[in-house]
């Protein structure tokens, strides 16, 4: 389609469904028409194009969701986490009204937990929206962060737990449109032992965002008068309008900042992180 504020020809309905197309220019004038050579155009699925500031309601092929909330751990050096179940079923029940397709699971096994990603990941496709939340004990290492199962050991090391990184790159590896991830758990610096494991870095394609409870090194917090955690407090007032994805981790950010003191949250001295990654 001809622009004709600008001095030349450009195509403004480029066909991404395939990878390379043929296009020719035509020009009209006084009845006559010289068409141009031919010239390939190829699309390249490489090149980074920011999903995140689309919307849920936004046209995708599908829109998937997996959400774990761990709450009863086997030992007891862990302790319970107070609102991880009622944080899971209220976000799965948002991400529904949604239209999310929706696999809301309590109290895995680490077992439990790597077989649903598995089935999680084939769910995922080319134009996918992909939203993958978990709530329960977690820690950070050397900037990685790990979701800790119900049935870790109290002498828990890191391959007893699955990566937030490889959730993510496996989220990845399927194309999909927008990848979103919500920890909603500690990212305390622990020193635990174990083998990181040989995992790639993600890739930085645009379409990534995550979304924490709390900054590095810090808690993420809840009271026990509160039905939910203070993530999710806020996170189900925002999740279902029609803004972009950063900006509503940007508003749940902003919420928690102004309407929590700082005797239950660190959210002063360590704020909460939502960005695109890496």
Not at 13 to 29: I, N, P, V
Not at 90 to 105: G, H, R
């Amino acid at each position: 389609m001809h622009d004709k504020t600008k001095p030349y020809l450009c195509v403004t309905a480029l066909d991404q469904t395939a990878h390379r197309r043929q296009y020719k220019c035509a020009a009209s004038y006084d009845s006559k028409t010289i068409t141009s050579d031919t010239a390939l155009v190829r699309w390249s699925p490489e090149q980074p194009k920011d999903f995140t500031g689309t919307t849920f309601v936004e046209t995708a092929t599908d829109k998937v969701a997996l959400i774990i909330g761990n709450q009863s751990y086997t030992e007891s050096t862990f302790g319970d986490i107070v609102h991880a179940e009622d944080d899971a079923r209220d976000i799965s029940a948002a991400l529904t009204l949604m239209n999310f397709k929706v696999v809301s699971l309590i109290n895995l096994t680490r077992d439990e937990m790597l077989a649903a990603c598995d089935n999680f990941y084939k769910l995922l496709s080319s134009g996918v929206y992909g939203v993958f939340y978990f709530a329960g004990h977690g820690f950070e290492i050397a900037g990685e962060n790990y979701l800790v199962p119900v049935d870790a050991p109290s002498n828990v090391r890191i391959e007893h737990c699955i990566k937030a990184q490889y959730v993510l790159h496996r989220m990845q590896f399927r194309e999909t449109k927008l990848n979103l991830l919500l920890l909603d758990m500690c990212r305390e610096f622990n020193n635990v032992g174990g083998v990181p494991g040989d995992i790639q870095p993600v890739r930085s394609r645009g379409n990534t965002a995550i979304g924490y409870a709390c900054g590095p090194g810090s808690r993420a917090y809840g009271s026990e008068n509160d039905k939910n955690g203070i993530y999710v407090k806020y996170l189900k007032e925002h999740v279902t309008r029609n803004i972009t994805v950063t900006n509503l981790l940007d508003c749940v950010n902003k919420a928690i900042g102004e309407n929590e003191p700082t005797g239950i949250s660190d959210h002063t001295t360590s704020p909460p992180l939502s960005r695109t990654y890496p």
